[in-house]
């Protein structure tokens, strides 16, 4: 079968470029759209995963979903520490970090409005378990003491979060003595302090988890049977990173599914543009196609010329919809974490397979619209095209 050039396609669509461009530009929208939710979903997703290290251990309390709802008793977070298998610093000291995660609710910057903000007590060795975050100005807080540090999402989006403020939580003033990059992870939107004053002043007679660094990358297995098999132990053991991808799936997954579900409504708009920019392609052009088929050209090959037409214009509003998605990277955001119903910050992320989802995506609003058209198209009769035009 005799194919029509591509020059020839993709030249019919610069003759009607006003058309095309417009047409285009809607898809783009729908694109654009379509991809922002998925670099949202990836982006709090990459987050939070990023928060946990491959050779730390979180442990909560059986059943408990988060650690704001979790409790490890002093008893247990003492045996917890004494395990073999647990990493120990320089100096002999375990690396074990037993904490308190409370909510706290500050201004929002330029608003005023208030939102919920993750305040982490945390033993001395919790900072080293977090290689991921570097101090930035200031100094660390001091055990026992009412001093706090904040991260960067917190000291730029709360009010009263620079060095040498005080915040009033827990019926005490807490000086604010530092602040700490997190490298895009959820502890850039956390406040952190000592752990045993902040149980006493939010009168917690239990941690909320223990964290602590496993002594080899391999140990993990021998050292949950011995958590799961001491009775004295109702809790459970992960790594860390797992946690935080398990903290990841139901808000990614909500705005994934919603997103989505907007796309395809908003995508009915773009298709139905496309069809009629297609369906008035072949009307002016009718002359043209008879022509063809007088030249040879049997019906498959006008049908996937138009095919291919609508193809092309819905992968140029493809293309401009993921440009214009790219720039949201340079971003930040934050929204409510459905997991601690605390304030979490993240950027939007494009990945490879973001691209491609979306390419396909715009493909087939392309495909879906341009096939009636192209099949018209096709089924013209040659005398019928010669006498129309």
Known sequence: MKVIP?????????????????????????????ATVLMMSEG?????????????????????????????????AGILESLPGVATGRAGERLVSKETVVLNSLPKAGTGKPSNVTMRGMGTAGPTLRPQVRLT?????????????????VAVGFEGTRIGETLRFGGRDWLIVGAFDAAKTAFDSEIWGDADLMMQSFRRSAYST?????????????????????????????????????????????IRILGTVLSVIF?????????????????????EIGTLRALGFRRGAVLLAFLSESLLLSLVGGVLGLLGASVMQAVDISTTNFQTFAELAFQFKLTPGIVAQ????????????????????????????????
Request: aromatic share 10%; with cysteine; charged share 20%.
């Open 137 to 153: 100005e200031g100094r660390w807080f001091r055990a026992g003491t009412a001093e706090i540090v904040v991260g960067h999402a």
């Open 210 to 254: 223990v964290v602590f660094r496993l002594a080899s990358a391999d140990g993990f297995a021998t050292l949950k049977a011995a958590i799961d098999g001491d009775q004295r132990l109702q809790v459970d053991a992960k790594p860390e990173i797992q946690f935080y991808e398990e903290q990841s799936e139901g808000l990614a997954k909500f």
């Open 358 to 389: 979306t390419l396909v995506f715009s493909l087939v609003m392309g495909f879906v619209g341009g096939f009636v058209p192209a099949w018209r198209a096709a089924r013209l009769k040659i005398v019928d095209c010669l006498r129309a035009a």
């Open 6 to 34: 591509f020059s020839y396609i993709a030249r019919n669509l610069w003759v009607r470029r006003v058309t095309t461009l417009l047409t285009a530009a809607g898809m783009a929208l729908v694109v654009y759209t379509f």
């Open 267 to 287: 995508s009915i708009g773009a298709i139905v543009g496309a069809m009629i920019t297609m369906f008035a392609a072949v009307a002016q052009r009718t002359g």
């Open 44 to 76: 709090i997703r990459a987050t939070l995963v990023a928060t946990g290290q491959a050779d730390n251990v979180l442990v909560l309390r059986k059943g408990a979903g988060a650690e704001i709802n979790s409790g490890v008793d002093r008893v247990q």
